[in-house]
């Protein structure tokens, strides 16, 4: 009788534990995704074209097609689905796996999929659509595709159309393929505006170079309503400006986010406008020390610090973000140093009086406009030069020390002497005047900003000599965020 007893708790625990953990788990890494789909026998499943047309020749023929007031086309089955495989198929192993049997044996057929698509990014989004046979494509009523003719599936760009969309708002889309006879697939993928403007090929130009155009289904997109609002793991939010866009969300604090690879993880996100319009999200911060120095690797490999620190509180912390999520801008808080320091009036890049009254560096496009993620960003870059540093809104005389030569401004400064920096200025007194790449960087002895060789700072100011400008000289709190 023990026995039993044992085996009956052993099986009900394990049953219990299996389904407090299925939900989490089926939701860890996917957005909540929905397609409403219908399929079609047409022709009168025999190939009759007294109604319509065997391959259509404009709308009003692809119409008659989906027309269930036409005997010859009846519908053959509807339904939902959350899988992306609706909208690239090609085979009917693949939508049997959706639990759709083309009718027919695989001619004369159609399928109609209806779905919501807000869009993450406000431009002009490219869309392809393509498709064997005939296939159009509708946004809010709106014709994006129209391909009326019989073909085999073309390589996905053979057939493109564009709309204007802003960020975070909903748009009905309404996607459709007819079939004939013979072979059959339909394969719709987009564009963001950031997407299209990235290199159509891998270039070394650029100071990183894994990152090139390429068409994609981004299912962060396509949802069946705005409800991913950040406050569970079961509603992740694709970033933190989704948050601003999909509901009006400006309120500073910690959200669930689904980022790339790792799923729904909590972030530390700046929603408030007062910087640059808001929708940043914490990817590091470093207490005054030397954890997070020029040759850490945390700025170049796959880890993290401290992830459960996803606040604003003093300490050294390194995100998921930094890892996994592609960024198009970078900023940086310095919660130490006042926004008014040396009677500033400007607070460095942005003026944060009165909201965060801290020091501000915001670099927008900081890789040419192409999103990547930091830490290939930081793998990648050399020397990567801005301007001059005096130049630079974060420099401003308030807070830096300086030199009067070389003054670099830019991202992964590398040189003979101790002056390497991740994000910040290099400075020497050597042939006077001159800027990057002019005067001497042999003996480079005043540097500042985030990720400093000299004294091995997480960040701050460091005078070895010579200055012409006396800054901070010392170490500095700093948060970097991306959006």
Known sequence: MR???????????????????????????????????????????????????IIPTNKADMDNIFNTNNSNSTLSKSGRTNSSKIL???????????????????????????????????????????SDDASDLTINGTAIITTYLGQAVPSLGSHTG??????????????????????????????????AAAPSSYTSL???????????????????????????????????????????????????????????????CLLSTTIDGGGWMMMMKATRGTTF???????????????????????????????????????????DIPWNTNSSTTGGSVNTSGVYNNWC??????NNGIRITPINFFNSASKLFFGDAKSYSGWNGGVFSSQTSVKFYGFNYTNASNAQVRWGFAFNENAPLALYPNG??????????????????SAGDYIGCCQDFYGINRTARVEIYIR
């Open 3 to 53: 026995y039993y007893i044992t085996i009956f708790l052993i099986f009900f625990f394990y049953n219990v534990h299996a389904q407090f953990l299925a939900p989490y788990q089926g939701v860890q890494n996917q957005p909540k995704v929905q397609f409403d789909y219908w399929v079609y026998s047409t022709h009168a499943g025999n190939g009759s074209s007294n109604q319509y047309p």
């Open 88 to 130: 690239d198929w090609q085979s009917s192993t693949e939508l049997n796996a959706l639990g759709i049997t083309p009718p027919n044996s695989g001619t004369y057929f159609a399928i109609k999929v209806q779905g919501t698509f807000i869009p993450l990014e406000s431009g002009i989004y490219t869309f392809t659509l393509e």
């Open 162 to 195: 564009t709309i204007n969309v802003t960020a975070g708002q909903k748009y009905l889309f309404e996607a459709r393929m007819q079939q004939g006879g013979g072979g059959y697939g339909m394969r719709m993928y987009w564009k963001s505006p950031v997407q």
């Open 206 to 268: 650029l100071p990183a170079s894994t990152y090139y155009q390429s068409w994609t289904q981004n299912l962060q997109e396509m949802v069946t309503s705005p409800d991913m609002d950040g406050s569970s793991a079961a509603k992740a939010a694709p970033s933190a400006k989704y948050l601003q866009n999909a509901f009006g969300n400006y309120n500073d604090g910690a959200y669930w986010i689904n980022l790339p690879y790792v799923g729904p993880t909590q972030i530390y």
């Open 293 to 335: 120095y020029y040759g850490s690797t945390y700025w170049t490999a796959v880890n993290t610090l401290n992830p459960a620190n996803y606040n604003r509180s003093d300490g050294d912390a390194k995100f998921d973000v930094m890892n996994y999520y592609y960024a198009k801008d970078m900023m940086a808080l310095w919660p």
């Open 361 to 366: 560096w915001l670099q927008t496009n900081f």
């Open 440 to 457: 001497d960087e042999g003996s480079n002895d005043v540097s500042g900003g985030i990720g400093m060789n000299y004294g091995s700072y």
